[in-house]
DNA sequence: ATAATCCTTCCCATCATGGGAAGGTCAAGG
DNA sequence: CCTTGACCTTCCCATGATGGGAAGGATTAT
């Protein structure tokens, strides 16, 4: 298969694919005489669970370590839940941040008139 | 002032006070005869918008705008509630998606042993 | 006068992704 | 057999907001 139907089958763009040949996160693709570069079902299989897991929002380091574990029959499984457990307690980092910003915004906005007078608190509070 | 105690005063460094100037958002700083930039109070007071709007999460595109309707007397409070309320949408939606991948996590989290033994149910579900 | 600190511009890196150019390859159809 | 179009290759550039650092000039303090 060549790249463009591995990208189609696995959600990945060629681009992608030959990003994550070149920063290691994938092994170098086998090479056609010509340089095209050649994927088989495994390979398509892989860039599914990369896919899958860049949609489940992990960052390429963690994939990394997850790809490591999950070609790893002797793993242990709280290593896997180890990395989920981390990369939770940065989305909830992430949520009780915007959420703060939202909470702040909410109460200048509901503060402002909204209507053809100057006066408001939203600039006044970032004038401050 | 310099800008490296217009970086001080104003809590922006000062690669960003030269970086906003480059983009446009701030006015080209007046320079003294050996080229060095010099900073109002004035100025500084724009940093200090510009630095809080940033603590507010807007983006760029929006905080140009914030600076014009600042600086324009005779601004509709509308305007400046429509930016905020967007900016609240954009924070609302990056919430939720956040909170659904947590969610999703989760679930998949709470079914992994964590122990020694190699089964997951995360790495199942990357797998698919 | 000299050293230390500040300033200038310019380049590079982040992170994951896409756009696009220049040029080689392959498959289908006349 | 040759052309055409679709595909592939590598390489460079851009994003957004930020920092690091180098090379060289300016200012300030000793």
Known sequence: ????????????????????????????????ASGYRKYSAADIHRLKFVRRARDFGFPMAQIVELLALWSDRARPSSEVKRIALAHMDELDAKI?????????????????????????????????
């Open 96 to 128: 009780k941040h915007l959420r703060a910003l939202q909470k702040s915004l909410k109460t200048l906005a509901s503060h402002c008139h909204g209507d053809e007078r100057p006066d408001c608190p939203i600039l006044e509070e970032l004038e401050h």
């Open 1 to 32: 298969m060549n790249i463009g139907q591995a990208a189609e089958a696995s959600g990945v763009s060629a681009k992608m694919i030959r990003y994550y040949e070149n920063i290691g996160l994938l092994p170098e693709a086998y090479r056609s």
